[in-house]
């Protein structure tokens, strides 16, 4: 080798040396919601979620949904259904009830499943996954911890393996229960992803159509507020001698009635999944009865027709058919993407002068193209997969 190729070749070399550190890839730090500095890497190419689809819909609509390895819950691999009869024997049966992530990744449903029972995680099939980051969202179905002590537990068991953890708070976990802060889960994800723009776009749009909600509700009067129950149509209610289930004044179900609607709770107690009997629910007499899923999916017909129910024909909100069905929204109770529905359709059911101008069947496919970029044939199927076709039917 001459002289000269010699000195180019040594060159070459040394600026290889220099080079190559700059390039190598360096983590990056965020901040989750419990306040923990969390150190990610910056290329992520396997998540886990233990949620009930919650980060899931997030990643369908950053066009990440290639990069979920394994779910937290089994509730986005099932498919449901439903039936019951009238008193007089007809009969109605709901079939292909889903998650709507269920319906968008239709793969989910060969992918692993962490948590089989709440709070109960197999870290074997954990760390056999090797995820780049998991996120833990309290208050989901998939992570019910039940106490400070248990959660810590989980968080340092999966720190013990080197795997990134990131935790979200959902409604039921916070201090006082609210929706607000929905819009922090979802930016806090999008920002451990390196999708911050797309994040916070979903995040701001789902906030601005509680925003429009509150905004046509904020001046009515308290004498003039309607009296709003959710009424969970619970077979459970029923076999320990009650009638349904109520959610009380400290509940993220009240939250939607009293402070997005601007109705009151007709059941003013406290406490969630509270056993109820039918005397109580008559005397409570609510103008407006919504029927909310998390005991299962209850149309308003059943609370019309079932022989169980015939107690209940006296209420003014029966006599008056102003039940209305919630969202099939299984394993809701930190609430997921589709949140406005539910508070659109208490909204209405409240009031519906204030929102005559708002079809609210043509209003949900709309909300399912903003949040998940999806066509309007696709909507309508999102539509029926939550069972709100009846929206059509009625012309909510």
């Given at each position: 080798m ?27 730090t ?13 290329n ?37 259904n439903?039936?019951?009869?009238t ?13 709507p ?16 029972t ?9 760390a056999?996954?090797?995820?780049d ?12 911890a ?39 889960e ?30 046509r ?15 969970g ?17 400290d509940?993220i179900?009240?939250?939607f ?8 709770n ?58 209305y ?19 659109m ?52």
């Amino acid at each position: 080798m001459t002289k000269s190729y010699l000195s180019l070749f040594i060159l070459l070399m040394m600026g290889t040396s220099i080079i190559a550190p700059i390039a190598a890839e360096e983590p990056k730090t965020v901040t989750d919601m419990l306040g923990r500095t969390v150190e990610i890497p910056e290329n992520i190419e396997r998540v886990i979620a233990m949620d009930d689809g919650f980060v899931e819909g997030i990643m369908y609509r950053l066009g990440m949904q290639d990069k979920i390895a394994a779910l937290g819950g089994p509730c986005c691999k099932v498919d449901y259904n439903y039936s019951f009869e009238t008193a007089d024997g007809q009969a109605y049966e709901y079939k292909n009830g889903m998650n709507p992530v269920k319906y968008l990744m239709p793969q989910l449903a060969e992918l692993p499943v962490l948590v089989e029972t709440a709070a109960t995680v197999n870290y074997e099939t954990l760390a056999s996954l090797d995820p780049d980051v998991v996120f833990l969202r309290e208050g989901a179905w998939a992570f019910t911890a039940g106490s400070d002590e248990k959660l810590e537990k989980t968080i340092k068991s999966i720190e013990s393996l080197g795997i990134p953890l990131v935790v979200l708070v959902g409604p039921p976990y916070q201090e006082n229960p609210d929706v607000d802060h929905i819009g922090e889960e979802i930016r806090l994800v999008g920002e451990v992803l390196s999708h911050e723009a797309e994040a916070d776009e979903l995040a701001s749009y789902l906030e601005s159509q509680i925003a429009e909600i509150r905004s046509r509700t904020s001046d009515v009067a308290e004498d003039e507020k309607p009296k709003v129950m959710q009424l969970g149509l619970s077979p459970r209610a029923r076999e320990g001698g009650g009638a349904a289930m109520a959610w009380g004044l400290d509940t993220i179900e009240s939250y939607f009635i009293e402070n997005i609607a601007n109705a009151k709770n007709a059941y003013d107690g406290t406490g969630a999944f509270v056993v109820i009997s039918a005397e109580q629910i008559l005397a409570l007499d609510p103008d407006v009865i919504v029927l909310p899923t998390a005991q299962g999916y209850h149309p308003a017909s059943e609370l019309y027709t079932a022989p169980y129910y015939q107690n209940l024909q006296e209420l003014s909100a029966v006599k008056n058919h102003r039940v209305y069905s919630l969202p099939w929204t299984p394993y809701n109770w930190a609430k997921r993407l589709e949140y406005p529905i539910e508070a659109m359709v208490i909204a209405k059911a409240a009031y519906p002068n204030r929102f005559a101008d708002i079809n609210v069947g043509e209003w949900t496919l709309d909300l399912y193209q903003q949040i998940y970029g999806v066509d309007e044939s696709t909507a309508r199927e999102l539509r029926s997969v939550q069972w709100l076709d009846w929206m059509v039917e009625e012309g909510f």
